[in-house]
């Protein structure tokens, strides 16, 4: 994680953006994240490899379904199982609705202006603040993937 200052509580600021965590999925859409892992899951032995998850993945771009693949397998043993899928679905799903919301302008961007103004964060300092964390490398913007990896690594503290 590099350098610690404090160890921030980044769950909570999550929380404060509206997120559910883990609940944030609803009985339907858990049973869509069952569906799609099986399907995945192409020799049907409750483990989905790289390359399984390659071959059946939406994505062309391999390094991005590498990366997709690495973050869901959160233990790193080189599978997924359904559990891990699930919850990396639940985060990410979670993650984009908040994303979509703050984005008022729709280009796949969040300027810090965006976030301070469009967050249901009403302490608009606060809200700078946390858009300061999560832009890791200070360049006042954050894209989609970059706001979705620190949003997993958060979501994923304890
Ligand atoms: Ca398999
Ligand atoms: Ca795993
Ligand atoms: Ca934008």
Same mark, same amino acid.
């Given at each position: 994680m590099g350098n610690k200052k404090q160890s921030t509580n980044h769950k909570r600021l999550l929380k404060l953006l509206g997120s559910k965590g $883990? =609940? %944030? %999925?609803t009985p339907d859409q858990i049973s869509e994240f069952k569906r799609i892992f099986k399907r995945l899951d192409a020799d049907g032995d409750g483990k989905v490899t790289l390359q399984e998850y390659i071959n059946r993945s939406k994505f062309k771009d391999k390094a991005k379904v590498r990366a997709i693949f690495n973050a869901t397998?959160? &233990? #790193? =043993?080189?599978v997924m199982i359904e559990e891990e899928y699930i919850e990396n679905r639940t985060i990410t799903n979670e993650a984009k609705e908040i994303f979509n919301k703050i984005d $008022? &302008? #729709? =280009?796949g961007i969040l300027t810090e202006q965006e976030f301070v103004e469009n967050s249901i964060i009403a302490d608009k300092d606060l809200a700078r603040q946390i858009f300061r964390d999560m832009d890791v490398d200070g360049g006042g913007e954050l894209s989609l993937p970059r706001y979705l990896r620190i949003w997993g690594n958060w979501a994923r503290e304890d």
């Open positions: $883990k =609940d %944030a %999925a397998d959160r &233990n #790193g =043993d080189g $008022k &302008n #729709g =280009d």
